[in-house]
């Protein structure tokens, strides 16, 4: 079983200062983004952790290639503590597939169609962070109580935040678990089945590799992740986790970025 972390995108939301480092290499307390979602895919039940990149973003290969100069500069002047950090992150069994054209999440996705063998797989966006790295052990509890079925996390969100996310339909099946019958992505506020948004981890059927091959161009021109995760209700059951706001963290946007950062210092500093 694979983890894939899509990482091709372009930051625009954080210009200029993502021109020459990409999103994901913003610290966040005292780490790059990327660097938490890595840590929860080899917490997790996956046997690899696949980042699709882009090729022009190194700086994300570079952060989790060995160092060793480094590390013996760092021994020498008695500086153990960061050589243990900079040896630890450059040891990280991470993988690379490339994404040439930003074409969308479902088209990212499918990028990493060769590598997931006909097995299950989860999709971790780097732009949300779960340090704690619970909620993909919790997803597959749900999966494993239905079947083996996808699992996908939905959060609550304010009525006028709806439109900037994927959102599901479906019926509550026992506290904190739904079953899904439709997801829409980034719908208008008043067309909004619910105000459950997919907040950006999912353990997701094979199937949806292949239905991905075929997904037609969506909202914003992109191939959407979420149209093929509402093909896939044609065929297979389903099933939402909904998750505490206190269990995940969105870094997309300036703002969240900001306020996940304060709030993670302050935990950090308890
Ligand atoms: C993506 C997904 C969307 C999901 C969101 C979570 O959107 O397409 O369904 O709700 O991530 O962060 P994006 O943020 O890439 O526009």
């Given at each position: 079983m694979k983890a894939l972390i899509p990482?091709?995108?372009?930051?625009t939301r954080f210009l200029p200062a993502t021109k020459a480092q990409?999103?994901?290499?913003?610290?966040v307390v005292d780490r790059p983004a990327i660097q938490y979602v890595v840590e929860e895919g080899l917490a997790s039940a996956a046997d690899e952790v696949v980042i699709i990149n882009s090729?022009?973003?190194?700086a994300i290969e570079d952060h989790f290639s060995p160092n060793p100069e480094l590390v013996a500069l760092l021994r020498e002047r008695g500086k153990d503590t960061y050589a243990d950090a900079v040896e630890t992150v450059g040891n990280y069994n991470v993988s690379y597939v490339y994404q040439d054209e930003a074409k969308g999440l479902g088209h990212a996705v499918h990028c990493?169609?060769?590598?997931?063998?006909g097995e299950a797989f989860y999709v971790l966006l780097?732009?949300?962070?779960?340090?704690?790295?619970q909620m993909l052990p919790s997803m597959q509890a749900v999966s494993d109580a239905h079947g083996g079925a996808s699992v996908i996390a939905v959060m609550p969100v304010a009525e006028e935040e709806v439109s900037r996310f994927g959102v599901i339909a479906g019926q509550e099946i026992e506290p904190g678990v739904w079953k899904v019958e439709s997801l829409v992505e980034k719908p208008a506020r008043e067309e909004a089945p619910t105000n459950l948004a997919v907040f950006g981890r999912y353990l997701l059927s094979p199937r949806v590799m292949e239905l991905l091959a075929d997904v037609e161009p969506g909202v914003g021109g992109e191939i959407q992740l979420t149209d093929a995760l509402d093909a896939l209700l044609q065929e297979e059951e389903m099933y939402a986790l909904v998750v505490d706001p206190s269990d995940g963290f969105d870094t997309g946007t300036v703002e969240s970025w900001l306020e996940t950062n304060n709030i993670l210092y302050a935990r950090a500093k308890s």
């Amino acid at each position: 079983m694979k983890a894939l972390i899509p990482a091709a995108g372009l930051g625009t939301r954080f210009l200029p200062a993502t021109k020459a480092q990409p999103k994901e290499m913003l610290l966040v307390v005292d780490r790059p983004a990327i660097q938490y979602v890595v840590e929860e895919g080899l917490a997790s039940a996956a046997d690899e952790v696949v980042i699709i990149n882009s090729r022009e973003k190194k700086a994300i290969e570079d952060h989790f290639s060995p160092n060793p100069e480094l590390v013996a500069l760092l021994r020498e002047r008695g500086k153990d503590t960061y050589a243990d950090a900079v040896e630890t992150v450059g040891n990280y069994n991470v993988s690379y597939v490339y994404q040439d054209e930003a074409k969308g999440l479902g088209h990212a996705v499918h990028c990493a169609a060769d590598k997931i063998d006909g097995e299950a797989f989860y999709v971790l966006l780097g732009d949300v962070l779960v340090p704690d790295n619970q909620m993909l052990p919790s997803m597959q509890a749900v999966s494993d109580a239905h079947g083996g079925a996808s699992v996908i996390a939905v959060m609550p969100v304010a009525e006028e935040e709806v439109s900037r996310f994927g959102v599901i339909a479906g019926q509550e099946i026992e506290p904190g678990v739904w079953k899904v019958e439709s997801l829409v992505e980034k719908p208008a506020r008043e067309e909004a089945p619910t105000n459950l948004a997919v907040f950006g981890r999912y353990l997701l059927s094979p199937r949806v590799m292949e239905l991905l091959a075929d997904v037609e161009p969506g909202v914003g021109g992109e191939i959407q992740l979420t149209d093929a995760l509402d093909a896939l209700l044609q065929e297979e059951e389903m099933y939402a986790l909904v998750v505490d706001p206190s269990d995940g963290f969105d870094t997309g946007t300036v703002e969240s970025w900001l306020e996940t950062n304060n709030i993670l210092y302050a935990r950090a500093k308890s």
